[in-house]
């Protein structure tokens, strides 16, 4: 963290270097991945399967259009599997698997709802102001017509601070 006073040199620096030397802006096309979707119809069969067969542990949520409607992570449902494990009496008195429960489940049951989406022009130091403000497993990159294209995420920021 800057203190106060080094803030405004920064600042000053910075004005001074961007008037002197020509440089790449770097925008979300930089550090852009593959989006891996899920449907509010999918089943849980289908979340767990794209989940572990992708070794990642969050999937896009989109409409039949590709519109980006939220996201679920193995995190939440993981807690959801245990709260339902632990709330069923099969699983409590016997102590076996049970997963019954589940079973019925969609997408539209676990999706986590957010809005926050950006487009391949969006600027670098954007995209770091919504981190710092909200963290995400990962941002949406969308469109002209709002439909998911890619994705952002720490990892791929990771990578491309690597890079440069």
């Not at 989006?35 to 896009?60: A, G, M, R």
Request: hydrophobic residues 40%.
């Amino acid at each position: 963290m800057l203190k106060r006073g080094q803030k405004g040199l920064r600042e000053r620096q910075a004005m001074l270097m961007e008037s002197q030397f020509e440089r790449k802006k770097f925008t979300a096309e930089d550090v852009m991945i593959r989006p891996i979707f899920l449907y509010l119809e999918d089943d849980i069969e289908t979340i767990l399967e794209k989940l572990q067969s992708e070794e990642i542990n969050y999937c896009v949520v989109v409409d039949e259009e590709n519109h980006f409607i939220g996201e679920i992570s193995d995190e939440m449902l993981l807690k959801i599997i245990a709260n339902t494990s632990v709330n069923e009496p099969l699983v409590k008195i016997l102590d076996i698997w049970y997963k019954r429960s589940i079973n019925y489940t969609h997408t539209r049951d676990y999706v986590k709802k957010h809005k926050n989406i950006i487009t391949k022009e969006t600027s670098l130091y954007e995209i770091m102001k919504l981190i710092d403000k909200k963290w995400f497993q990962f941002i949406p990159v969308v469109d002209e017509e709002k439909k998911v294209i890619w994705l952002i995420t720490p990892s791929s920021i990771l990578k491309f601070v690597l890079e440069i």
